[in-house]
Every structure is written in C-alpha cells, then in structure tokens.
C-alpha cells in the first residue's frame, strides 16, 4: 500500500462513519455556507461644477447610530470661504446651474434653519469652509437620515449641493446662499 493510501484509508473510514463518502479535498469537508454578512449602508456621491464654478469633491456616507456620516472632499473653493452645502429633493444635477435638484431635501415640511435648530431642513446641514488651499474638509453627522432603505429620510438618489455663499440658517426657505456652484447625485 502506498504512503499516500494508506493516509486516506482512516480518512475514508471517517467519512463513511459520517455518512459521506467523498475524499478529502471535495466540497463536503468544506464549512457549510454562510450567508453572507450584511453589506453596510455605503453610498457615494461626485460633485462637478456648476454656474461656472471649478469646485468639485467626492464624498461618502456611511450609515451611522442616529443617521448617516458624511465624509469627504470639496475642491476648488476659495481658499478661507464658507460655502451653503445641503441634501436637495431631486436626485438631478443635469441643469447647468444644479436647480434641477429642486429645494432642499424637506420630508417632515419644516422651516429652514441650522444644525442646532429644532426646526430644520432634513438637508439643512452644516456650512463647509475652505482650507488655505481651497479644499474643504468634510465630517459630520446627518441626523435622523438613512441610506439604502428606501424611506423619506433615505440619502441615495437625492443631490448634495454646494452654495455660492454661507448659510445664514435664519432666511427662510434655503439660508440665502446663493448660487449652486457644485452638485451630485448620491449613489
């Protein structure tokens, strides 16, 4: 009997015992599958200019214990600017200056305001500020929002836009921030 035989022998005595009769290397002795783990609430969105600007950035939202993160990068700015950034209703950045996304993301039909205001804009979020080489760094928590389950509060196919200008957060309806002068559709 061969070295290699007379090690699968006991192998194939086992298996039989277990009621398969495969030898090692088959399917059978892999782990069972599993169901895949749960894919987690990732979404991303690219900002291209609009009305003229060069400002640009690429952001990702994470679902997170109360909302969703919103992460990222805003190009193009200038250097020292604050900069309106809200969610808007339409999932639509086709118009040259992005008002094909509508007004602000607004489900719960409040007044506009600011990220410590009781009333608010569901996408009433924080105003973004440049950096001294014109970049905008991006962190913060959008309260009560969803990605990925299909609900009103839900981010993904809804538009991320930058302002011209500061949110005031007190001007009703959008905090006079002027033009949209990037946006992007969150996928």
């Known amino acids: 009997m061969s070295g290699r035989t007379s090690l699968l022998l006991p192998v194939a005595a086992l298996m039989a015992a277990c009621g398969t009769a495969e030898a090692p290397g088959d399917a059978a002795l892999s782990s ?7 894919a987690a609430a990732v979404a991303d969105v690219a900002l291209l200019s609009a009305s003229g600007s060069s400002v640009n950035g690429a952001l ?28 808007h209703e339409n999932g639509d950045c086709s118009a040259a200056d992005a ?6 993301l607004n489900p719960g039909n409040s007044a506009h305001g600011g990220p410590d205001s009781e ?3 569901l996408g009433d979020i924080p105003n973004i500020m440049a950096d001294d080489r014109g970049i905008a760094h991006v962190r913060t928590l959008v309260s009560d929002a969803s990605i990925r ?34 946006c992007g559709v969150v996928r």
Request: hydrophobic share 30%; proline share 9%; glycine share 16%.
């Open 60 to 87: 990702q939202l994470i679902a997170a214990g109360g909302g969703v993160m919103l992460e990222g990068e805003v190009r193009g700015l200038e250097p020292g600017s604050t900069h309106g950034f809200h969610f």
């Open 32 to 38: 069972p599958p599993h169901p895949p783990a749960p």
């Open 99 to 104: 008002s094909s996304a509508g007004d602000h």
């Open 119 to 121: 009333q608010k804009h």
């Open 149 to 182: 389950d299909g609900g009103t509060h839900d981010l993904v196919g809804r538009a991320l836009v930058v302002h011209e200008k500061h949110d005031d957060y007190v001007s009703q309806p959008a905090g006079d921030s002027g033009d949209r002068i990037a």
